[in-house]
């Protein structure tokens, strides 16, 4: 995913409320968990417009112009290239939401 996202350094921001009355120092381990649906969801935005891209491009040049192979690959490129900036778009503004704990305390149940 990180070349959906450009070459912006990646940052976590640390909520103190989220973390309880104990500040992190410099050097402290943090846990960050993401729920598995999440994951799901996220990793569906990120996969799912390119392929369709890819398939829906030559099904609709094939049908609609009649025309040979060759338009039909230009269309799936074009298609995938489309595909990849909705995910893009898609990934940006829906990120996975992240839980963030200490690594001496015990996990948040589900």
Do not use: C, N
């Amino acid at each position: 995913m990180r070349w959906l996202g450009g070459d912006a350094r990646r940052q976590v921001i640390l909520p103190a409320h989220r973390l309880g009355a104990a500040v992190l120092e410099t050097g402290k381990t943090v846990t960050l968990s993401v729920a598995d649906g999440d994951l799901l969801r996220s990793a569906a935005r990120l996969y799912l417009p390119p392929f369709a891209g890819l398939l829906i491009g030559p099904t609709l040049v094939r049908y609609l112009l009649q025309s040979g192979d060759g338009l039909a690959a230009l269309a799936a490129a074009v298609g995938l290239f489309g595909g990849w900036l909705v995910a893009r778009g898609w990934v940006r503004a829906t990120p996975p939401r992240v839980t963030v704990s200490r690594s001496d305390e015990p996990e948040p149940a589900a």
